[in-house]
């Protein structure tokens, strides 16, 4: 285990990124706008030498989509880069390019919460299934199902 | 469904058509509802598709809509093995949120069904992957050994699946003294059975034929496409959450965080073995050593405004809850990253050039746990050398999907 980071060392280098703070012990999160995420994980990972992407977690917070990065390394501090994304066609670059493991969680969020990721090499149906109506997202906040809408599985004239 | 085969096209240059074997999503091989469709050329495997969507529940949606008190048996239901793991990873998370001090009897009560339940697991991985190579004796003898873990757990908490065990603010069973007893009375056996299997994949020929040299994943490629757990322990990488982010009472029982460097099945086995040696450690240390006082404190029914992300290192690995609250009863969003979404990127890895008739044991290798995890993965590999692999054509390849069903 390398020495360990403090939120100072985190806060300076990462200063142009925004604003870092200290959630807890070993969580430093930082907050960033959309167009600077791939930069500043690119950042991260050199000079911090962050190698692992734990997740990436999705909040619908009523006004906006929030992304969360949680990325951790050698010296197991976790550092999670948020960004918000407006609700009417939310899109931000895809990470997937500098984090290979980005890409399945990137196409979850795309499937529950309809966010669009430039740049992703194919960005299809992962978890929900194919025959899921195309402009519904069931992990926002106003989405209703429908009783006339098909979900799935079999359909109603063939029972 | 039977197995279904099926030419596709004739490749250039190539005697023999590519061959399309499509297993699942039931088939009696298979534990879990799953989709391989495997392209192969004679016996070796070429690409991979693997298609995991049939299990959605929509758990995450159904947690919002619920007060905590009744989120925690939701989540237990998340996954049938590791149904502490995910009980746990949301109490503390919401405990810590709550700012609650949990009580140490409460810690260590939580430690010692946790560590049952990595016992049990392990023990059933070990018989699933010795059943898939055909070496059942092995396949009874754990599962045996597994009995006696069970049966504690099912003295301790009512339960032999979903323990139940948790509630925000503690656990809601405390341990008897007879309980502790006889729980004490079955580790020497158990010991004895595991230090056998420590031993016996050292000299087994079956396990050595099947298990060395399969599904290899190399320490770099571990770390780049995120694997967690004995999967990547097996790899030579040293991630466990109970050492980086110490919970419940992990930082007070003496264990060490095992890998190996073979990175194969054969490493990943080890891993498990010797897991299970340092959870009986713990269970020991824990039981002996069980400190007096309440199990649990009482907890507000509304948390205040906050974010946490819970992470908890279930037996598969690391279990991720990201957890948002907004002042309500219920919570805003409850992310959760399951241990086998993570490795599936490393499974599909790991099978391009592999023998067909090894898909089952590199599969299970992972310990896949389909229910909770849901997704799907694949890789597309479309020439037919195999031996090199550019980063760049990995990563496209691990999101493309441009054959098959669509």
Not at chain 2, 119 to 143: C, D, E, K, P, Q
Not at chain 2, 151 to 174: A, I, L, P, Q
Not at chain 2, 343 to 349: D, E, I, K, P
């Amino acid at each position: 285990m390398t020495e360990s980071l403090t939120l100072d060392i985190v806060a300076g280098k990462m200063k142009e990124f925004g604003n870092a703070e200290q959630v807890r012990k070993n969580r430093i999160r930082i907050t960033t706008p959309p167009d600077r995420v791939h930069e500043a994980i690119r950042m991260i990972q050199a000079i911090f030498g962050f190698d692992r992407l734990i997740t990436i977690s999705a909040v619908d917070n009523g006004r906006t989509l929030e992304l969360v990065y949680h990325l951790t390394g050698p010296h197991r501090m976790v550092v999670s880069i948020a960004v918000e994304l407006p609700r009417d066609q939310p899109a931000i670059p895809t990470t997937s390019d500098i984090l290979p493991s980005a890409a399945i969680y990137e196409r979850q969020i795309h499937d529950l919460f309809g966010i669009q990721f430039p740049g992703h090499p194919r960005l299809t149906k992962i978890i929900l299934n194919e025959d899921w109506p195309q402009d519904e997202f069931p992990l926002r906040k106003d989405w209703e199902p429908h009783a006339d809408t098909f979900y799935g599985g079999i359909r109603k004239e063939r029972i | 469904m039977p197995i279904l085969s099926t030419a596709v096209s004739g490749r250039r240059g190539s005697d023999m058509p590519e061959v399309v074997v499509s297993i699942g999503p039931h088939h009696p091989a298979l534990k879990e509802p799953v989709n391989f469709k495997v392209v192969v050329d004679g016996e070796k495997i070429v690409r991979l598709e693997l298609d995991l969507s049939y299990n959605h529940r929509g758990i995450e949606k159904a947690a919002e809509q619920r007060d905590f008190v009744r989120v925690l048996p939701l989540m237990e239901r998340v996954c049938g093995i590791c149904s502490h793991a995910h009980s746990t990873a949301f109490a503390k998370g919401i405990e810590e949120i709550m700012q609650l001090e949990i009580p140490p009897r409460a810690q260590y009560i939580r430690t010692i069904i946790a560590e049952l339940e990595r016992m049990h697991s392990h023990l059933l991985w070990l018989g699933v992957a010795a059943h898939l190579i055909g070496f059942n004796t092995l396949f009874m003898w754990t599962w045996r050994d597994r009995e006696a873990v069970q049966d504690t757990v099912e003295e301790m908490s009512g339960n032999r699946v979903h323990y139940g065990m948790n509630e925000v603010g503690g656990v809601r069973r405390d341990l008897t003294p007879a309980q502790v007893t006889a729980a004490l009375g079955r580790l020497p056996n158990l010991e004895e059975r595991i230090n056998k299997y420590v031993d016996m994949v050292n000299y087994e020929e079956t396990m050595l034929i099947r298990f060395r040299g399969v599904g290899k994943l190399s320490k770099e490629e571990a770390l780049r496409y995120g694997t967690v757990g004995p999967t990547a322990r097996a790899s030579g990488v040293d991630y466990d959450i109970r050492k980086d982010d110490p919970y419940l009472a992990y930082a007070d029982a003496p264990w060490s965080v095992v890998t190996d460097t073979n990175g194969d099945v054969y490493g990943r086995t080890r891993v498990r073995i010797w897991e299970a040696q340092e959870s009986l450690k713990i269970i020991r240390y824990c039981l002996e050593n069980l400190p007096e006082g309440p199990i649990r404190v009482p907890a507000p029914k509304h948390a205040p405004k906050g974010e946490i992300l819970s992470r908890y290192e279930a037996p598969r690995g690391e279990l991720a809850h990201f957890i948002r609250t907004n002042g309500t009863d219920k919570v805003e969003r409850v992310d959760i990253r399951t241990p086998t979404l993570a490795n599936w990127t490393s499974v599909a890895m790991c099978l391009v050039n592999q023998n067909i008739a090894d898909i089952p044991v590199i599969v299970a290798a992972i310990d896949p746990c389909l229910s909770c995890t849901s997704r799907i993965t694949l890789l597309d590999k479309r020439t037919k050398r195999t031996d090199i692999i550019s980063f760049d054509d990995l990563s496209r390849r691990m999101c493309s999907r441009d054959h098959g069903q669509e």
